[in-house]
């Protein structure tokens, strides 16, 4: 199983960009496609994107296609969001996740196995 940590969030305007990091620990990340989801106050957890094990075929949720960008260093053990563009409504925890195998299978939280503990973004307007 991979330990994953996410850094990077923190308070910033509406149009502002941030860059979040996932550092995974274990010899094995790069064999596992990953992910990250988000979850505001009160609300469940909503996948944002993915990316396959060799950092191919980056998948968005609608909300966020265009303005996120998803990607991975697999000699770092580290994947990315780069977030750009950001609304108030972008206020969430961002978590990272790994995938059950080299290929994103959906875009569900079962789909996914290791999770982060969390990065809290919040976007003032």
């Known amino acids: 199983q991979v330990q994953l940590v996410e850094s990077g969030g923190g308070l910033v305007q509406a149009g502002d960009s941030l860059r979040l990091s996932c550092a995974a620990s274990g010899r094995t990340f790069s064999s596992y496609a990953m992910g990250w989801f988000r979850q505001a106050p009160g609300k469940e957890r909503d996948f944002v994107a993915a990316?396959?094990?060799?950092?191919?075929?980056?998948y968005y949720a609608d909300s966020v296609k265009g303005r996120f960008t998803i990607s991975r260093d697999n000699a770092k053990n580290t994947v990315y969001l780069q977030l750009n563009s950001l609304k108030p409504e972008d206020t969430a925890v961002y978590y990272c996740?790994?995938?059950?195998?080299?290929?994103?299978?959906?875009?569900?939280?079962?789909?996914?196995?290791?999770w982060g503990q969390g990065t809290q973004v919040t976007v003032s307007s």
């Open positions: 996740a790994a995938g059950r195998g080299h290929y994103y299978s959906g875009s569900s939280i079962a789909d996914f196995g290791s």
């Open positions: 990316i396959n094990w060799s950092g191919g075929s980056p």
